[in-house]
């Protein structure tokens, strides 16, 4: 009776949290090529990952995922795509739920949000293997997210982002005042608004790692923001109130 009680929750289990996919676009800060207030010389270098404000640096995406304990680093991927400088595979420790993030030159920041919109959409996928199992990310990962400058601040896309298929994809987008620029795109894509912006922010990953962890627990829209909200706060001081202002889920 024991054995198949556990089977029933094991089993529970296993469609509770079975394997998730997450491809996090990352545009490089850079000084030279984007309309963003300038940082240091090392931080703003949109060609150098290494020091890059929102890659290498401490709290940049590969940095603070290397570092935490709920990440581990699986795969280095050559990059066939000059666009993209680095890619990196993680693992979650406590489910099965990969993420891929790439790091893309900085002076390409619009034809990284137009490859966040496509994937949005269902489009491109990009595929990985590791030992005897192939991963599909792109348009076939189950969250999306964009770290960076708006650059729609900057420019308009003359392109349509129609959805490919029937699944819902959530996507977060850490980058300035993102729920007002990103908004008709994202209705075209019929991808579902899981964390944007109101107004200017510093998209470094604390507040993408708070999210993913809810949702990786299946937690609600609301939880997930709430968990964002707080990490924000908690390393800007921003308070409670205006950090929910701030972050905000759907429409």
């Known amino acids: 009776m024991k054995k198949f009680i556990f089977s ?53 995406v590969k940095t603070y995922l290397k570092q935490s304990k709920e990440w581990n680093l699986v795969k280095v991927i050559p990059s066939k795509n ?15 739920t990969y993420l891929l993030a790439q790091a893309y030159d900085g002076k390409y920041i619009k034809e990284t949000t137009i490859d966040f919109l496509q994937a949005s959409s269902g ?24 770290v960076g400058h708006d650059g729609l601040m900057e420019f308009d896309l003359d392109m349509k982002f129609n959805p490919q298929n029937k699944k819902k994809r959530d996507v977060i987008i850490l980058a300035c005042v993102s729920k007002a620029y990103f908004t008709p795109y994202i209705q075209q894509t019929g991808a579902n608004p899981l964390v944007w912006t109101t107004g200017l922010m510093s998209p470094e ?16 829209d609301a939880e997930i923001r709430e968990r964002a909200v707080k990490a924000y706060h908690q390393y800007q001081k921003c308070g409670m109130r205006g950090a929910r202002g701030l972050l905000v889920t759907g429409y």
């Open 205 to 220: 990953a604390y507040t993408l790692k708070s999210a993913i962890e809810g949702w990786i627990k299946n937690e609600s």
């Open 8 to 60: 029933i929750v094991f089993s529970i289990s296993l469609v509770a949290f079975g394997q998730k996919k997450i491809h996090v676009f990352v545009a490089l800060c850079d000084n030279i090529n984007q309309g963003i207030v300038p940082v240091s010389k090392s931080l703003g270098n949109g060609q150098n990952p290494q020091t890059n404000l929102y890659w290498g640096a401490l709290y940049g």
């Open 123 to 146: 489009k491109n996928s990009v595929e990985i293997q590791i030992k005897n199992k192939k991963l599909s990310f792109g348009g076939n990962a189950d969250l999306i997210a964009y």
């Open 82 to 96: 000059a666009k993209i400088l680095e890619s990196l595979l993680f693992k979650h420790t406590n489910s099965d």
